[in-house]
């Protein structure tokens, strides 16, 4: 089905936001899994790496820690020792300690937790839903899929809602820091190396941390104990506190990373209604709300890579990884491999089982805000598909300019209300 495969031949340039800008190659991802699933990549800005594209090479790679580390970073750009221990959240680090940090914040987000915030969702889908369906055609990124993570982000946080569009703002700032639409400072096409010890390499951690430390401070004297911040800071089991750079960085995160994967599964999801009208029956039947959300999720696979480094030499498929090799586990690849999904390129809202990677599944680094997603996920569409008659493709949807965070940034659409 080309209207999910972008046109590129088989040989698109991995390491280029322009490729990913046209959507993901899947074509080229579908050569590598079949004629070279351990793919070495040479890179004319930074160390060259290893792509590893298959569903099944990924999930068990992805259990082997101790081999493929997490603690020199999960990007593609190469950093420094120094930049590394001032950027890095509990994503850049292996167990034991990742575990140590991983359970200061975890309850927070635990499926009981999240679960208390079923109905603040609806409450907001039907808000959020009955304005923008007050037009017939809109932007369904901006009007929808960006507004719900947005405003939920401010009920998590305990922040004040006339600051959530400035905190999506500079989320937007960090994640999106390849696409001169989200940022100034475009991380490929100028000089950042001032902000090189910033969270993203980007100066909106600093604007971040230094809201989060106010935030923090305005709290502490009004007594105000609300939000998932208050339980980030408080003692753990073992009284051990998180630490400022800890604080500052895992803040950051939740804003860019918290918002904006969310955001780009539901406008995945709603462009699959545009092509898929069978979508909005099956939605309309209830008969699908078990497994819908994370076929979506799956659709969509907001974090399309994430990278590891070798630990020491090791051989896959009979290629050699060297000891400091980093290695790139493609997840947009390995949610569309045939040997572990029938009919990867269609949506199947009753798909069972799915053991799609898009929260980063077999391993340590397991997606803290995954049962947070999945909720936003089903309730979106749950309020979206009663409403609904009909919904259609209003005009080209367009890309985000990345290969690191993958998401239509603009989805125009035409809907007849129910």
């Known amino acids: 089905m080309t209207v999910w495969t972008p046109e590129d031949d088989g040989f698109a340039d991995l390491t280029s936001h322009d490729t990913f800008a046209r959507g993901a190659p899947h074509n080229t991802f579908a050569r590598l899994r079949r004629d070279d699933p351990v793919h070495w990549t040479e890179w004319d800005q930074g160390l060259g790496f290893w792509s ?88 369904a ?80 004297r009004s007594g105000d104990t609300n939000g998932i911040l208050n339980m980030i800071l408080n003692p753990g089991r073992d009284g051990g506190v998180i630490s400022e750079t800890e604080f500052r960085n895992f803040f950051c995160l939740l804003v860019a990373a918290g918002n904006d994967t969310t955001r780009y599964s539901i406008a995945a999801g709603i462009q699959a209604m545009c092509h898929q009208p069978e979508l909005l029956g099956q939605m309309q039947s209830g008969a699908v709300w078990e497994t819908a959300a994370d076929e979506i999720i799956r659709w969509a696979t907001p974090a399309i890579y994430f990278r590891r480094t070798a630990t020491r030499d090791v051989e896959v498929h009979g290629k050699m990884i060297r000891e400091g090799d980093k290695v790139l586990y493609w997840f947009a690849s390995a949610n569309r491999d045939e040997a572990a999904f029938e009919d990867p390129f269609r949506v199947d809202l009753a798909r069972t089982p799915n053991k799609h990677l898009s929260f980063g599944q077999g391993g340590p680094h397991i997606c803290l805000g995954m049962w947070l997603a999945r909720l936003e996920v089903r309730v979106l569409f749950e309020e979206l598909s009663k409403r609904l008659r009909s919904i259609e493709a209003a005009g080209p949807h367009q890309f985000l300019r990345s290969n690191f965070v993958g998401g239509i940034k603009t989805l125009p659409v035409r809907v007849v209300p129910a």
């Open 52 to 139: 590893i594209t298959r569903h099944a090479d990924i999930t068990e790679m992805n259990r082997q820690h101790e081999i493929f580390s997490s603690a020199r970073g999960i990007r593609m750009e190469d950093q420094t020792y120094e930049e590394y221990l001032a950027r890095r959240t509990f994503q850049e680090t292996d167990p034991p300690e990742h575990m140590q940090t991983r359970v200061k914040v975890a309850r927070a987000f635990s499926k009981p937790v999240i679960a208390e915030y079923e109905q603040d969702i609806r409450d907001l889908c039907d808000e959020i839903l009955d304005q923008a369906l007050e037009a017939r055609e809109f932007d």
């Open 141 to 220: 990124t901006k009007a929808i899929a960006r507004q719900l993570p947005m405003r939920m982000l401010g009920r998590i946080l305990g922040t004040p809602e006339a600051d959530l569009p400035w905190l999506v703002e500079k989320g937007d700032a960090l994640i999106a820091n390849t696409d001169p639409d989200f940022t100034d400072h475009v991380l490929d096409k100028m000089d950042t190396d001032e902000f090189r010890m910033m969270p993203f390499n980007s100066p909106a951690g600093a604007e971040l941390y230094q809201y989060a430390k106010e935030l923090m401070a305005h709290k502490a």
